[in-house]
């Protein structure tokens, strides 16, 4: 029996022929998805291979740490808030990561005719089948074990470990379903791309943590969030086999029914996130084929009319659209924006800091500067067709140093003043100061001299690709190279600061401030300036270079 539809046959399936079960399907789906790309090369082979040996490792050795707590004061405390974390986990790796897993894409099954109800079960069934859900289990069952005495505990770890993973699995279902257009879009991408720096800072975040929480007393800080954390499914799970355990019956009925209803409220979200998703049309069509309406962002308008007039404004307003809009230069910035406050906000909080540690910042965002026309990648073709001579190319370097200066002075003064306040050494605050503006303005007039002699490409294919194949050298020498020029230049800096330091004359440490403004201002345009005729000069070399991406 067929339907014929616009001279398209599609079988469909006798009359009283019952409906095929979308579970099984789906896991053999998601089975057949595995083997067959695992067929492919030899070298997702081998990734896939040692990212399931390494995760069984490391899953073993946690799960065995974790049933050595078995019997431990604080074993509750550590296993609820693992639980947590784990649980953060997985709402938050789709978003990092949305290529990580094709499956999690509801959108590829939006053509088909089916209910979304069968859909989550199938969905849920299939996304338990991979590498993250077995690590999970294995620390699930490591959990329970270092917490359930009894019978009556035994009992609960069993209900617990299932109810984990399915809340765990879940809510990255319901996470990645409400956000599939945001993680198909430019911007999804953009926070992909960004998710190296967050971990970054979560491991920054957890390294001092640790130092603090052990320092002040160990794992007996952790219990007033313990208490709240063991409230918050699917936490609860954990938290009830440790209720029953200890007797709390009442406690335990309590998180597991607050464990259930938050299960069901999960899966009612992801079913009214999915059906959304399968009958609302993209809103991306939509905009498009709307009248495009008057922002405000136009280059003659709003924020852009603060910029200077001619080459110069139109230099900087693109050199700072690029730092907003392009994925790998709004990553750049990012990171050195986030690194450069950490590191001498930390070891101030650490008391190990100083006020100079601000230079950190400063050198990360003078970093910026270093392969200027390599970061328009194969768009600089447009920008050369206006270079004819070094006074254009002077406007155009000396345009980029501003845009640049525009951000990273008050990143500098801001940084350098959070420092010193934490600190308390407001003393010190001039001649830190001072160093972080020299230091930027040294670096900037190597950037510029980097950038003309220097340049290389920048790939768009790869999220963490920086250098196309074959400049790699290249790129290490402008960039070194640059750096230990930089702090020859800023030489004379650093010894007028030891000098006044090592002769107890911290009266005239404010000399520091204004020669450090000068001294940056002084080397930025001496920079730029001695840049311009080397890159009028070999302008056709730079454009073949940065254009090889």
Request: proline fraction near 5%; aromatic fraction near 8%.
């Given at each position: 029996?067929?339907?014929?539809?616009?001279?398209?046959t599609?079988?469909?399936?006798?009359?009283?022929t019952?409906?095929?079960?979308?579970?099984?399907l789906?896991?053999?789906?998601?089975?057949?998805?595995?083997?067959?790309?695992?067929?492919?090369?030899?070298?997702?082979?081998?990734?896939?291979?040692?990212?399931?040996?390494?995760?069984?490792?490391?899953?073993?050795?946690?799960?065995?740490?974790?049933?050595?707590?078995?019997?431990?004061?604080?074993?509750?405390?550590?296993?609820?808030?693992?639980?947590?974390?784990?649980?953060?986990?997985?709402?938050?790796?789709?978003?990092?990561?949305?290529?990580?897993?094709?499956?999690?894409?509801?959108?590829?099954?939006?053509?088909?005719?089916?209910?979304?109800?069968?859909?989550?079960?199938?969905?849920?069934?299939?996304?338990?089948?991979g590498?993250?859900?077995?690590?999970?289990?294995?620390?699930?069952?490591?959990?329970?074990?270092?917490?359930?005495?009894?019978?009556?505990?035994?009992?609960?770890?069993?209900?617990?470990?299932?109810?984990?993973?399915?809340?765990?699995?879940?809510?990255?279902?319901?996470?990645?379903?409400?956000?599939?257009?945001?993680?198909?879009?430019?911007?999804?991408?953009?926070?992909?791309?960004?998710?190296?720096?967050?971990?970054?800072?979560?491991?920054q975040?957890?390294?001092?943590?640790?130092?603090?929480?052990?320092?002040?007393?160990?794992?007996?800080?952790?219990?007033?969030?313990?208490?709240?954390?063991?409230?918050?499914?699917p936490?609860?799970?954990?938290?009830?086999?440790?209720?029953?355990?200890?007797?709390?019956?009442?406690?335990?009925?309590?998180?597991?029914?607050?464990?259930?209803?938050?299960?069901?409220?999960?899966?009612?979200?992801?079913?009214?996130?999915?059906?959304?998703?399968?009958?609302?049309?993209?809103?991306?069509?939509?905009?498009?084929?709307?009248?495009?309406?008057?922002?405000?962002?136009?280059?003659?308008?709003?924020?852009?009319?603060?910029?200077?007039?001619?080459?110069?404004?139109?230099?900087?307003?693109?050199?700072?659209?690029?730092?907003i809009?392009?994925?790998?230069?709004?990553?750049?910035?990012?990171?050195?924006?986030?690194?450069?406050?950490?590191?001498?906000?930390?070891?101030?909080?650490?008391?190990?800091?100083?006020?100079?540690?601000?230079?950190?910042?400063?050198?990360?965002?003078?970093?910026?500067?270093?392969?200027?026309?390599?970061?328009?990648?194969?768009?600089?073709?447009?920008?050369?067709?206006?270079?004819?001579?070094?006074?254009?190319?002077?406007?155009?370097?000396?345009?980029?140093?501003?845009?640049?200066?525009?951000?990273?002075?008050?990143y500098?003064?801001?940084?350098?003043?959070?420092?010193?306040?934490?600190?308390?050494?407001?003393?010190?605050?001039?001649?830190?100061?001072?160093?972080?503006?020299?230091?930027?303005?040294?670096?900037?007039?190597?950037?510029?001299?980097?950038?003309?002699?220097?340049?290389?490409?920048?790939?768009?294919?790869?999220?963490?690709?920086?250098?196309?194949?074959?400049?790699?050298?290249?790129?290490?020498?402008?960039?070194?190279?640059?750096?230990?020029?930089?702090?020859?230049?800023?030489?004379?800096?650093i010894?007028l600061?030891?000098?006044?330091?090592a002769?107890?004359?911290?009266?005239?440490?404010?000399?520091?401030?204004?020669?450090?403004?000068?001294?940056?201002?002084?080397?930025?345009?001496?920079?730029?300036?001695?840049?311009?005729?080397?890159?009028?000069?070999?302008?056709?070399?730079?454009?073949?270079?940065?254009?090889?991406?």
């Open positions: 029996m067929t339907a014929t539809t616009a001279s398209v599609v079988p469909t399936a006798p009359a009283g019952p409906a095929v079960s979308l579970t099984p789906f896991v053999r789906l998601k089975l057949s998805l595995l083997k067959n790309g695992l067929k492919g090369s030899s070298k997702r082979k081998a990734v896939w291979i040692s990212s399931l040996v390494f995760a069984l490792v490391v899953a073993f050795f946690m799960t065995l740490g974790l049933s050595l707590l078995h019997g431990h004061a604080h074993a509750g405390t550590v296993v609820v808030l693992l639980a947590a974390i784990l649980a953060l986990g997985w709402a938050f790796m789709p978003l990092f990561f949305p290529t990580g897993d094709e499956t999690l894409d509801p959108s590829r099954l939006v053509m088909l005719p089916l209910r979304p109800r069968p859909l989550i079960a199938a969905l849920l069934a299939s996304s338990l089948v590498i993250g859900p077995l690590f999970t289990l294995c620390l699930a069952i490591g959990s329970v074990v270092a917490v359930a005495r009894g019978a009556a505990g035994v009992v609960a770890a069993v209900v617990a470990v299932p109810l984990l993973l399915v809340g765990c699995v879940a809510l990255a279902r319901a996470v990645a379903t409400a956000n599939v257009r945001l993680l198909s879009s430019r911007k999804g991408r953009d926070l992909a791309l960004l998710s190296g720096l967050l971990i970054a800072i979560g491991a975040v957890a390294n001092f943590a640790s130092q603090r929480l052990f320092e002040a007393g160990g794992l007996t800080q952790l219990e007033p969030a313990e208490a709240v954390v063991r409230w918050l499914p936490a609860t799970a954990v938290g009830m086999v440790d209720s029953v355990s200890d007797g709390d019956y009442a406690v335990a009925a309590a998180q597991l029914v607050l464990t259930l209803v938050a299960l069901a409220a999960l899966l009612w979200f992801w079913e009214r996130s999915l059906t959304k998703l399968m009958v609302t049309p993209d809103g991306s069509t939509i905009a498009a084929a709307e009248p495009r309406k008057d922002r405000g962002d136009r280059g003659d308008g709003g924020v852009w009319a603060f910029l200077p007039a001619g080459r110069t404004g139109a230099v900087m307003q693109r050199s700072l659209r690029y730092a809009r392009d994925p790998k230069t709004k990553a750049s910035w990012a990171s050195a924006l986030a690194i450069g406050l950490i590191v001498p906000v930390f070891n101030a909080l650490q008391g190990t800091g100083s006020v100079y540690l601000s230079c950190f910042g400063a050198g990360m965002l003078g970093v910026q500067m270093y392969n200027q026309f390599g970061q328009d990648t194969s768009a600089f073709w447009m920008v050369a067709q206006t270079i004819s001579s070094p006074r254009d190319a002077f406007v155009e370097l000396r345009g980029r140093a501003y845009a640049l200066a525009l951000i990273t002075v008050p500098t003064v801001l940084v350098t003043a959070v420092t010193a306040g934490l600190l308390d050494d407001w003393n010190a605050f001039p001649a830190g100061l001072g160093m972080c503006l020299a230091l930027v303005g040294s670096m900037m007039c190597t950037g510029s001299l980097a950038s003309a002699h220097f340049a290389y490409s920048i790939p768009t294919d790869g999220a963490f690709k920086n250098v196309v194949p074959g400049q790699a050298g290249l790129a290490w020498l402008g960039i070194f190279g640059g750096v230990l020029v930089s702090a020859v230049i800023c030489a004379p800096m010894a600061t030891i000098y006044l330091g002769t107890d004359q911290q009266s005239l440490t404010w000399i520091l401030l204004p020669l450090g403004i000068a001294w940056g201002t002084l080397t930025t345009w001496a920079g730029v300036r001695i840049s311009a005729p080397a890159v009028s000069r070999k302008l056709p070399e730079i454009l073949v270079a940065v254009s090889k991406g």
